[in-house]
C-alpha cells in the first residue's frame, strides 16, 4: 500500500500528515451544509445566517495568506498546532457559550476568529509538502492532497452529519465535529515531521514583516499574477456559496425557498460534489500536464460551472423534487471545480524568483473564495432572490472565462500557443531528471528554475 502512494510522489514521512488533512478537515466541514439552515430557524435573517459564513471566510483569508510564510519562517508543524489548537478552542467557545446566547454579534465574533484556524493547518502542511516531494511528482502529488482536503470537508463532513442528525437534532451534531479535529491534530503532532529549512533564521523582524506582505502586493505588481488570483476567487464560488443559500432554498420557505428536500437530503445531495473530487482532483492534474494548462481550465472549469451554477435553481423548479437530476449537476460542478488545478504552477511561474509571494497570493485568494461566495448571497439574496444569485454566480464564471484568455504560461513542452511540441518528453517522468529533459524541449533556463523551484505546483 505504501508502495501505491510513493508512485504518487508521496514520501512515507508525509502519508499520515495528508491523513490527518482528511480527518481534521471533516471536523470543520461538520457544519458547512446545514448552519445557514440552523439560523433561521433560531429566528434570524437569512442575510445574517449567509453573513455568518461571508466574514469566516474572510478571516479563513486571512489565515490562508499568513499560512505559507508563517510556517517557512516559524515551522511548519509548530504553525498546524498552533491553527488547529485555536480551531478547537474557538469551536468550544462556539457551541459551548456563542450559539446557546442567541446574541448575533457574540456568534458572529466567535465564528469569524474560528475561520483562522483550518487555513493555518493545511496550508502549513503544504509547505512541508514542496520540501520533502520531489519537483517533478509535487503536481501528482498536490492532486492527492486536495482529494485528502474534500475527502474531509466534503464526502465526511457532508455525509456522517446527514445521518447523525436525524437522531440527535442539529445542535448536538455540532459537537460530533470536535472528536475529528482532535484526532487529526493529534496525529500532526506525532507523525508530521519538522522544515528541513526555516527562512527566518538569518531574517530581522522587518525582513519577516517584508516576506509576509510580498504575498499580497505581487497581486499590485505583477498583472498577470492577479489575474490567476481572479480566477482562483471565482473558481470556489458555488463551493462556498451554495451551502449557505441551497439548504435556505430547498429545505425553508424563506425568501422564497421551496421546501421541497429535507436537509439531509439536501446534504446527500451536495456530498456528491466532493465524491467527485477525490477523483477529478488527481485527473485534471495529470491531464493538464500532458494536454495543456489553460484551455481545459476554461472550458471544463469555468463553461462548466457556468451551467451549472443556474442548473442548481432550475432542476428543482422544472422538475421538482427530483435527487438524481440534482446529483447528476453535483457531479457536474465537482467536475468543474477541480479543472483549475494549475493555476499555483502557473502563479509561481509568473512570478519570476518570488515563488513564496506567489504561493502566499494564492493562499489568499484561496481564502476570499470562502468569503466572495457567501458574501454574494449575503448582499444579493435580499435584492434579486435565489435565482439572481445564482445568474451572478454563473457571470463570474463567464468572467474567469474571458480571464484566462489573458494568461499563456511557457508550459514545459508545449509551444506558445499552448500546443505539445513534438518529441517533447512527457512531464510526468518517475525522476527529477524529466523537468530538465522537458526543458530543453523549447523552455529558457530562467523558466527552468522556476519551474523547479519547490514550490512550483501546490494547488
Not at 241 to 256: A, E, H, K, Q, S
Request: a positive charge.
Amino acid at each position: 500500500m505504501i508502495r501505491f502512494f510513493e508512485k504518487f510522489g508521496i514520501p512515507r514521512m508525509l502519508l499520515l500528515g495528508f491523513l490527518a488533512v482528511a480527518i481534521f478537515m471533516t471536523g470543520d466541514g461538520f457544519e458547512l451544509t446545514f448552519l445557514s439552515k440552523y439560523m433561521v430557524d433560531q429566528g434570524f435573517a437569512s442575510s445574517q445566517a449567509s453573513l455568518l459564513v461571508t466574514v469566516y471566510g474572510l478571516f479563513a483569508a486571512l489565515g490562508g495568506w499568513t499560512a505559507g510564510v508563517l510556517a517557512e519562517m516559524f515551522g511548519a508543524r509548530r504553525i498546524m498546532m498552533f491553527g488547529a489548537c485555536w480551531w478547537i478552542g474557538v469551536h468550544l467557545v462556539f457551541l459551548g457559550l456563542a450559539l446557546p446566547s442567541g446574541i448575533y454579534p457574540f456568534i458572529l465574533t466567535v465564528y469569524a476568529v474560528r475561520g483562522l484556524g483550518y487555513p493555518l493547518f493545511i496550508y502549513s502542511f503544504v509547505v512541508l509538502m514542496a520540501q520533502y516531494i520531489d519537483p517533478a511528482r509535487l503536481a501528482s502529488a498536490t492532486g492527492f492532497f486536495w482529494t485528502c482536503f474534500s475527502l474531509g470537508i466534503g464526502v465526511f463532513g457532508a455525509y456522517l452529519p446527514s445521518f447523525i442528525m436525524p437522531y440527535v437534532g442539529e445542535y448536538r451534531t455540532f459537537w460530533f465535529a470536535l472528536p475529528f479535529s482532535i484526532v487529526g491534530t493529534i496525529m500532526c503532532f506525532l507523525f508530521v515531521p519538522k522544515n528541513k529549512v526555516l527562512k527566518s533564521q538569518g531574517l530581522s523582524r522587518r525582513e519577516q514583516l517584508a516576506e509576509l506582505a510580498e504575498g499580497a502586493t505581487i497581486l499590485v505588481t505583477n498583472r498577470k499574477i492577479l489575474i490567476c488570483a481572479v480566477i482562483r476567487i471565482i473558481n470556489n464560488l458555488l463551493l462556498y456559496g451554495f451551502p449557505v443559500i441551497m439548504p435556505l432554498y430547498l429545505c425553508t420557505t424563506r425568501d422564497g425557498g421551496i421546501n421541497i428536500f429535507k436537509t439531509e437530503e439536501w446534504m446527500r445531495i451536495w456530498g456528491f460534489v466532493f465524491v467527485v473530487t477525490l477523483i477529478f482532483n488527481t485527473f485534471w492534474g495529470w491531464f493538464m500536464d500532458r494536454f495543456g494548462w489553460v484551455w481545459p481550465m476554461r472550458w471544463f472549469g469555468c463553461a462548466v460551472l457556468a451551467v451549472g451554477s443556474v442548473a442548481f435553481y432550475y432542476i428543482p423548479q422544472w422538475f421538482g423534487a427530483n435527487a438524481v437530476m440534482m446529483i447528476v449537476d453535483s457531479i457536474i460542478v465537482g467536475i468543474g471545480t477541480c479543472a483549475f488545478s494549475s493555476l499555483p504552477t502557473i502563479m509561481t511561474l509568473y512570478a519570476g524568483g518570488k515563488q513564496g509571494a506567489a504561493l502566499s497570493a494564492y493562499n489568499l485568494a484561496a481564502g476570499l473564495t470562502t468569503f466572495a461566495g457567501p458574501g454574494i448571497a449575503t448582499i444579493l439574496l435580499p435584492l434579486v432572490g435565489y435565482e439572481g444569485v445564482c445568474w451572478t454566480y454563473a457571470a463570474l464564471y463567464v468572467l474567469a472565462f474571458a480571464l484566462t484568455l489573458c494568461i499563456r504560461p511557457k508550459q514545459p513542452g508545449f509551444d506558445e500557443r499552448g500546443r505539445r511540441i513534438k518529441g517533447a518528453a512527457s512531464t510526468d517522468s518517475a525522476d527529477a531528471g524529466a523537468v530538465g529533459v522537458t526543458a530543453t524541449a523549447g523552455m529558457p533556463p530562467v523558466e527552468v528554475t522556476v519551474a523547479t523551484n519547490r514550490s512550483a505546483a501546490l494547488a
